[in-house]
């Protein structure tokens, strides 16, 4: 640690997110070392710290010989003034050298808010931010995660995309890199040979021209880049690298837990739900496995919870034999059991009844809509009765606490709709009084409605966002229709999602926006403390940029897409089918039922998924 950190540390908040030297961090002499990976994560220490994805791939670049993955994180306000004040870059945890020294600067990123942090934290490196102000190999910048499936916003910024899963694309793209430099190759040479890794999209091989209107004209790619570039998947989930042996952090960070990941994919095909067909198609873990990992993760890390995550891990086939053999182990070691992204139809009182044996904390469900009408639009296969007899059944059972989220804003969404939240709230607490074994403690309702934002590679891509102003009227009704007081009712704001629905479905114009807003402020803006609406909406306005293009606008049919060039193996035409599906009112049946043709088989090398 230099001794200019070890002087601001006792001055800000939190100092060990800076500090790094936890338990089981990788350190790699650097006499052993030839490529040096700054892997960043662009939010604060505990959020990226309760990322899986990340915990997987700093483990796979670290198990290559030569390599040497250290951990980045934005800071906290109060210490990049603290940097900018002392002239001190920003530095990766491990070596607490200077990202500005290493090879390659990897970023993921999960979420369109932190867009701003990628472009901060490279200036904070005193880094380049544009790509062709980058030369030859040194400070090679990538980025992969949700938010790389639309890479366009960001192609300014971002040297290549890797696209879709890594653990077995990570180590091609880094050994590529080591014997690019080991030859001496110069930057057009390498982003010429990492295109060819299936799963490896370069922005500037490709030229986006628009039409007077503002609409995308063409995506033209040079000679020898792929038309499409798809994403990558791992197959055989029992095979693929898991780190059983993880870094344990010296302070809170948000998931303090060990997450055992049991299945990838999700058989439900939610219309408005981007992860629920960009990580088709459904691949799964054994039980065997998952065990194993746990006890190994458990017994390494001495964490005292277990959750099993997932998409919707009451859909995993093999969860009655997983907590089976998981619940006496937790009892025995006093460690927390939870199952999060339960489905009110397939919740059983006997998976209930083992998890209250265990820790008993309060059901959380998503129902998205308040009436059936409209839960068939956005095909959430989830019927009024199906709630209901699930909260009965956990009321029966001793639970007092009950949250349920919904969307406001769902195409097709009426005034109808939105009481139907309302009405549906009241049937709950009905259902608490009528089969509660407990009455003396109360019930809680909380209730929470989210700004629908339509994303990229959903049928709902190309639909309009209604404006913040239609938003906040909807809450509002909503919440003069909600009089009990054993309900609590809290919204998004709306300005923030305004904002994501803009980066979501952006293309190449972004860019300067982007870079005009972290230029004048912009930073951390995830968090309340620091998001400025008004610093982006100078930003659109000193770069002629109007956001309700991206939004309130929607999108044509015929009309071209930014992310056209990426597949995520899921049809166009399957999209455009469901979206005709979701304005008729019909609901397209889980993958179990039937396949439904999406397309994403085709990722396989066998035919089906494994559903």
């Not at 239609?470 to 007081?485: D, F, G, V, W």
């Amino acid at each position: 640690m230099t001794d200019l950190l070890q002087r601001l540390l006792p001055t800000v908040q939190k100092p060990a997110r800076y500090t790094g030297g936890e338990f089981n961090q990788v350190v790699k002499p650097l006499e052993e070392v030839d490529v040096r990976v700054a892997y960043c994560f662009p939010d604060t220490y505990e959020l990226g710290m309760s990322n899986l994805g990340m915990r997987i791939l700093y483990g796979v670049m670290n198990e290559m010989p030569g390599v040497w993955c250290e951990r980045v994180f934005a800071p906290w306000g109060d210490m990049e003034e603290a940097m900018r004040k002392n002239n001190l870059p920003l530095w990766a945890l491990e070596s607490q050298d200077p990202v500005g020294a290493f090879d390659m600067i990897a970023f993921t990123i999960g979420y369109e808010m932190s867009y701003s942090n990628v472009v901060n934290m490279l200036r904070l490196a005193g880094v380049p931010i544009h790509t062709h102000e980058r030369q030859g190999l040194h400070n090679m910048v990538f980025a992969g995660g949700v938010c790389a499936f639309n890479p366009e916003p960001l192609a300014d910024f971002v040297d290549f995309f890797s696209l879709g899963e890594g653990e077995e694309s990570t180590p091609e793209i880094v050994g590529l890199y080591q014997r690019a430099k080991r030859e001496g190759w110069s930057k057009e040479a390498f982003l010429e040979a990492v295109s060819r890794i299936p799963g490896v999209y370069v922005p500037s091989f490709y030229t986006h021209t628009y039409h007077p209107d503002g609409t995308l004209a063409a995506i033209l790619p040079r000679p020898g880049a792929p038309e499409v570039v798809t994403k990558r998947i791992v197959e055989d989930l029992d095979k693929a690298y898991f780190p059983t042996k993880t870094i344990v952090p010296t302070t809170e960070i948000v998931h303090d837990r060990t997450n055992l990941e049991v299945f990838r994919g999700c058989i439900r095909g939610c219309r408005f739900c981007q992860a629920g067909f960009s990580c088709r198609p459904v691949r799964k873990k054994s039980p065997e496995v998952l065990y194993r990992q746990a006890v190994e993760s458990l017994g390494d890390s001495g964490n005292h919870e277990l959750t099993l995550a997932s998409l919707s891990t009451s859909d995993y086939k093999g969860l009655k034999e997983l907590t089976d053999a998981l619940i006496p182990y937790c009892e025995a070691q006093k460690v927390n059991l939870s199952v999060p992204s339960l489905r009110a139809d397939n919740f059983s009182r006997e998976l209930m009844e083992k998890l209250q044996t265990v820790r008993k904390s309060g059901l959380t469900f998503a129902p998205e809509a308040g009436t059936q009408r409209l839960r068939d639009v956005i095909n959430k296969n989830l019927t009024e009765d199906e709630i209901l007899d699930t909260c009965a059944r956990a009321f029966s059972g001793g639970w007092n606490n009950v949250k349920l989220y919904f969307m406001l804003g769902l195409p097709t969404e009426t005034d109808e709709d939105v009481l139907g939240i309302a009405e549906l709230v009241y049937k709950v607490i009905k259902a608490w009084h009528a089969n509660a074994s407990n009455k003396k403690r109360g019930l809680r309702v909380h209730v929470a409605t989210a700004y629908f934002v339509p994303k990229p590679f959903t049928p709902f891509q190309w639909e309009k966002q209604i404006s913040p102003e239609e938003y906040l009227r909807r809450t509002q009704l909503l919440k003069n229709a909600m009089y009990s007081k054993s309900v609590e009712y809290n919204w998004h704001e709306p300005e923030l999602s305004r904002l994501e629905a803009v980066l979501a479905r952006g293309d190449r114009r972004l860019g300067p926006v982007i870079e005009w807003a972290v230029d004048h402020g912009a930073r951390l803006d995830g968090w309340d403390e620091y998001f400025q609406y008004d610093t982006w909406l100078q930003a659109f306005a000193a770069c002629g940029v109007n956001p309700d293009f991206y939004t309130i606008r929607g999108y044509g049919e015929e009309e071209k897409l930014p992310w056209e060039t990426i597949s995520v193996g899921v049809d166009k035409s399957f999209l455009l089918r469901e979206r005709c599906r979701a304005y008729e009112g019909k609901v397209t049946p889980d993958c179990r039922q039937g396949c439904s043709s999406c397309g994403a088989n085709r990722l396989l090398k066998e035919v089906s998924c494994d559903a």
